[in-house]
């Protein structure tokens, strides 16, 4: 997402030209800024000029991976052929790229079940 004009979120100072935040950046609400910045001098008549400025936020992994449902049930009969599908739970993860990758994995199985790391099929 894109918020092109920012007057709150950042501030430039008066002299240096600095950028400081103001706010804590979230790359979930938005990813990308674009504004532009404007330096004047005091004669008469002013002096202007105009740059514009992009700042591109960078992806932290402060997004857990979320399952489609917190519980999933599956039925299967017994004397089912080994390596049949039996299931498949989906999960998504809001950050990007690596922070986003999830892999599946089971827990107390006891050897009865396999999972696909990357499909979450079992
Ligand atoms: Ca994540
Ligand atoms: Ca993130």
């Not at 609400?29 to 004047?40: E, G, H, L, Q």
């Not at 917190?70 to 990007?96: C, K, S, W």
């Amino acid at each position: 997402m894109l918020l092109p004009l920012l007057e709150n979120l950042l501030l430039s100072g008066t002299l240096s030209g600095s950028l400081y935040l103001k706010k804590v950046l979230d790359l979930e609400t938005w990813d990308k800024f674009v504004f532009t910045v404007i330096a004047m001098d005091n004669g008469s008549p002013t002096g202007s000029a105009s740059a514009s400025v992009i700042v591109q936020v960078l992806d932290m992994n402060d997004n857990e991976p979320i399952f489609s449902k917190p519980h999933y049930e599956f039925t299967v009969e017994e004397n089912t052929d080994r390596g049949t599908l039996v299931g498949q739970v989906i999960a998504a993860d809001y950050d990007m790229d690596m922070n986003a990758d999830i892999r599946y994995s089971l827990e107390n199985a006891n050897g009865t079940f396999q999972i696909n790391p990357t499909t979450g099929k079992f």
